[in-house]
Every structure is written in C-alpha cells, then in structure tokens.
C-alpha cells in the first residue's frame, strides 16, 4: 500500500511538472521556467499583458515582438497555453504564397526529347 501511494505521489508531482502555464495568468517566474523564455521575454509578455490579456495565439504572436511561429509552437511545446489553448499553427496567408511552389515546372512542349 506505502508503495502505490508512493508511485501515486511521484506521478502526481511529475504531472505538476508539465502543468500548462496559461500566458495570461503566469507569473514571471513561471513565464521563465518555459524552455526558450528567459527574463527579457518574459518582460516583453508582462508589458504586452498589462495593455489586456492575450486573446489567442495569433493575438499573442502578433504583439510580442520576437515570437512568431516557431517559437510559438516550442513555447507550445513546453506548456505554455494562451487562454489554456495550445498552439495550433497557423496556416500560411494568401499574401505569402511559397515562392518555389511557384517555380515554371517543366511541361511536354519544353523538355527536350
């Protein structure tokens, strides 16, 4: 019985662990405990979060400057939530086409025979 409550308390305390941090609720130093968000980052969120909460990801990317999409999923990643929503990616805007995907691919009446 002592074992299973101990198994029970370590894998409750390993839960807490990878506890999501909701970026509108966080506090410095758990902003900072987020791999890849040190003091400065932080500082930057804690301003942004004093002009209103974040209302999504997208609104959060936008105006912390230094996080985009990449960061945004590692931030992700790591726990970190906005409004308890995990980072879904965003799907690339029609303005920022993929420029290879447009690329002249060749056709029957350009390949040489």
Do not use: C, H, Q
């Amino acid at each position: 019985m002592f074992k299973k409550m101990m198994v029970f308390a370590v894998a409750m305390s390993a839960a807490m662990a990878f506890a999501a941090v909701d970026v509108n609720k966080a506090t410095p130093a758990e902003l900072d405990g987020i791999k890849g968000i040190g003091p400065t980052m932080s500082g930057k969120i804690l301003d942004e979060r004093k002009k209103g909460n974040f209302k999504d990801w997208g609104d959060f990317i936008e105006r912390v400057k230094g996080i985009g999409d990449g960061n945004a999923a590692k931030f992700s990643a790591e726990g970190l939530t906005v409004g308890g929503a995990s980072y879904k990616g965003s799907a690339p805007s029609p303005a920022k086409k993929d420029i290879k995907s447009e690329a002249i691919k060749p056709t029957a009446s350009t390949v040489k025979k």
